[in-house]
């Protein structure tokens, strides 16, 4: 049986700028440095972010930029200061996918070698819900 996500790991090519940005944009707890000790393909670095476990391993960047991301949950009262942080790294900033008047707010943006993150202030009931809500108007329209 699943019982969740064990871990996340994310390819990058430069371990010690990416784990800057990881402690700085994500509040990551640096856990772990294989430094010259690998016992994996290449050297590591563990955090946890918010008790998940997140790898970041060296290697090559990804080659293009694509949708595939992962998503963090935020509190819309923190928004403005994310935004604040990811611009001051000068990251790309991708503009969101249109969304409906009930949907909840997002940042999305690239790291340096083209990982798709996202900071969402909503929940899947939050989403569920004004999905649900359009759905309904539109029967009745």
């Not at 784990?19 to 946890?48: G, H, M, Q, T």
């Not at 998940?52 to 923190?78: C, P, R, T």
């Amino acid at each position: 049986m699943i019982e969740g996500i064990s871990h996340i790991t994310f390819i990058v090519q430069d371990i010690e700028k990416s784990a800057k940005l990881f402690k700085e944009i994500f509040s990551a707890e640096e856990v772990y440095d294989s430094l010259e000790k690998n016992f994996s393909y290449s050297r590591e670095k563990f955090f946890l972010i918010s008790n998940q476990w997140i790898v970041l391993m060296e290697g090559s960047s990804l080659k293009e930029q694509s949708y595939n991301h992962l998503a963090f949950k935020i509190d819309e009262s923190d928004y403005d200061e994310m935004l604040k942080k990811i611009k001051a790294y000068g990251l790309v900033i991708k503009e969101g996918r249109k969304r409906i008047e009930a949907d909840s707010k997002s940042i999305y943006f690239y790291d340096y070698d083209n990982h798709l993150f996202e900071f969402h202030t909503g929940t899947l009931k939050d989403r569920l819900t004004g999905y649900n809500d359009v759905l309904k108007k539109n029967l009745k329209g």
